[in-house]
């Protein structure tokens, strides 16, 4: 079975530029993650869905952020305008509902020049 | 409110020796416990769970943890490192009545010296 999928692996851009991140859960799951990794904070929840409805966005660090899940299968991160301290690495993740484990995709590696 | 605490940001151990990473959680209700392993570059891979079953949980790559209530800790360990198991090692926790949402330690890095 394939895993979580996100796309693109790299992103580098200039500062003030737009940055879309894009995640395609495992078949079948009804809750997805994202999250941010840096050296300085670890690993931060940003938000997330279940059922395609956002429950938790309290993590999102700013107005900046927004993420958008249309259907079972897609969801988009989207920074604008993008600022040098948003470089990180985020993660998507996905999992079904009640006990089970949460799966991570590869992530994406940011960088804000 | 869900918390979990990982003891050592930094563990090094030598090939062939035990290794034991420490996690302290707290929970108000039944906790769900899981350990996940990074490797460079890499997303999080689940190592293994506890979900109100038997305390002793074993994992993949022949890891294993203990829930102790009393001790409110979720240790894992391994009987010998080897040289595959340097990674980022991270201790979560989630509630049992809203599992969906899940709360990882800071992480520990584990080396292992030839």
């Known amino acids: 079975d394939a895993g979580v999928i996100q796309s693109p692996r790299h992103e580098v851009t200039e500062m003030g530029q737009e940055v879309t991140l894009r995640c395609k859960p495992i078949s079948g799951h009804n809750s997805l993650f994202w999250y941010r990794q840096t050296m300085m904070r670890g690993l931060e929840l940003l938000i997330y869905?279940?059922?395609?409805?956002?429950?938790?966005d309290s993590g999102m660090p700013e107005d900046r952020f927004s993420a958008k899940m249309p259907n079972a299968s897609f969801s988009t991160l989207k920074i604008q305008p993008s600022e040098p301290r948003d470089s990180a690495v985020y993660f998507c993740?996905?999992?079904?509902?009640?006990?089970?484990?949460?799966?991570f995709g590869d992530g994406t590696r940011l960088s804000i020049l | 409110a869900q918390s979990v605490t990982q003891l050592g940001s930094h563990v090094s151990v030598s090939e062939g020796a035990l290794v034991l990473l420490r996690c302290n959680y707290s929970?108000?209700?039944?906790?769900?416990l899981f350990w996940y392993v990074q490797y460079p570059n890499q997303g999080l891979q689940l190592l293994l769970k506890y979900t109100s079953a038997a305390t002793l949980v074993k994992g993949i790559n022949g890891f294993e943890a203990e829930f102790k209530k009393s001790e409110t800790s979720f240790h894992l360990t391994k009987p010998s490192a080897h040289m595959s198991d340097a990674a980022e090692y991270f201790c979560?926790?989630?509630?049992?009545?809203?599992?969906?949402?899940?709360?990882f330690g800071s992480g520990t890095r584990l080396s292992i010296r030839p």
């Open positions: 993740a996905s999992s079904q509902a009640g006990d089970q484990p949460q799966h």
């Open positions: 869905f279940n059922n395609n409805v956002p429950i938790d």
């Open positions: 929970s108000s209700v039944p906790p769900y």
């Open positions: 979560a926790v989630s509630a049992y009545s809203s599992a969906s949402k899940i709360i």
